[in-house]
């Protein structure tokens, strides 16, 4: 079994800190790399990476309300989060987790942190997508309460789509 960390802190990236940018930018393009190039091939990877991932990207990200957080386990960055709230619901838009670091308990802490916000915020759920070739992060959500409510189809450009499950925690 793979030993849980002793610690598991979040720490928020404000709108411009630049340095957190980058670093969050860089994190998020070795994570993603690291997950989705097997499932999405490298040219779409690349391409969302630079949609969703690059400085500029989490800058207009940020300016617009969405918030972002860098998980550190034992004191060093392991992974990040990034959430906003959309009609009733709070939207997770991003959450990765370096391969080290998974099943060591980071995911579990901050689904209940993004619960606790929600219930804060008066919300009726937590809801993602997750790409329907991504079993192993379909296992995790529905370990964690989460139900798959839809199928969908994202055209993001670029002649790329985003075929997706939609999943929700009701909190």
Known sequence: MTEKFETVV??????GDDAGTARMSELAMSIVREYYDPILGIVQNDYMID????????????????????????????????????NDYLYLSKFYIEAPSRGRGAGTKVIGFLSDLAKKEGLSSIRLNVN????????????????????EVNDIGGGFVMDDFVYSLKI
């Open 132 to 151: 329907k070739n991504n079993g192993t992060t379909m296992g995790f959500y529905e370990s964690a309460g989460f139900e798959c409510i839809r199928a």
């Open 51 to 86: 949609m969703f991932q690059s400085v500029p990207a989490i800058k207009d990200q940020l300016g617009r309300g969405v918030k972002y957080f860098f998980i550190k386990g034992d004191g060093r960055d392991i992974g990040f989060f990034a959430f906003y709230p959309k």
């Open 10 to 15: 979040f720490e928020k990236l404000e709108p």
